[in-house]
């Protein structure tokens, strides 16, 4: 089965900081990786996906991810932080079994002025 | 309406009621999902309905009860439910083009919850 590492479950920038958030991905098959932020009170909202085109893809709101195969990951970045970025990303990876997309436990980003 | 709806978006109940869940998509999807999004735990899969086939995950009690009249709507059913059943429900859809092949699933979109406490 495939799975998804996120490490950090809170991240904390400046406004105007550079973001990174980790994902780590195990699959048995070649990959499609997803991002979904979820703002307070809100569902996932799809940021941006990697089906095996290009390996940096662009997302909306600023933000991309590289898919890296060497290190299993897909970290997701944008140059620098809005206060209305504030909110949980999950990284999340397409299974061959039941549970279609598999999510990570999330990663809670936080933006001071 | 667009995309994924759901009602109510809050939901307080006793251990001794019956309540439903309602799900509304807009997107012309052929499949749809029940998710339990619970604090410090990744999202769960409750069922799927994808071209009138349901699959659910073994794990979730008979107290859920999904149901899916067409293509468009999905009702999730509570019955005598606990206490740690308290959880944000998630609703979603996503087009399936190739069905029972891990290719044919596309990426999923949600709708914005249903906090559910049980007292």
């Known amino acids: 089965a495939q799975s998804v590492t996120q490490l950090g479950s809170h991240v904390s920038v400046s406004e105007g900081a550079l973001v990174l958030l980790r994902c780590n991905y195990s699959?048995?098959?070649?990959?499609?990786l997803f991002w979904y932020v979820q703002y307070p009170n809100q569902g996932l909202q799809l940021l941006l996906k990697?089906?095996?085109?290009?390996?940096l893809v662009k997302g909306i709101n600023g933000f991309e991810a590289e898919f890296k195969k060497s290190e299993t990951s897909f970290h997701l970045t944008k140059p620098s932080a809005h206060m209305s970025d504030a909110a949980e990303y999950f990284c999340a990876v397409r299974n061959t079994g039941f549970q279609k997309l598999v999510f990570g436990t999330g990663t809670r980003l936080l933006v001071s002025p | 309406e667009t995309g994924v709806t759901q009602t109510p978006r809050h939901l307080v109940m006793g251990m001794t009621n019956k309540k439903s869940l309602k799900c509304e998509q807009h997107l012309g999807h052929n499949a749809m999902y029940w998710y339990k999004q619970s604090a410090k735990k990744p999202l769960e899969l409750m069922f799927v309905?994808?071209?009138?086939?349901?699959?659910e995950n073994n794990s979730v009690p008979s107290r859920f009860s999904p149901e899916c009249p067409n293509s468009s709507h999905l009702f999730l059913h509570l019955h005598t439910l606990q206490p740690e059943d308290s959880a944000l429900y998630l609703c979603a859809s996503s087009q399936v083009h190739a069905p029972r092949t891990s290719g044919g699933y596309n990426e999923q979109f949600f709708g914005p919850g249903t906090r559910l406490t049980v007292l």
């Open positions: 309905y994808s071209l009138e086939e349901r699959v």
């Open positions: 990697y089906t095996s085109a290009a390996t």
């Open positions: 699959s048995s098959v070649p990959p499609y």
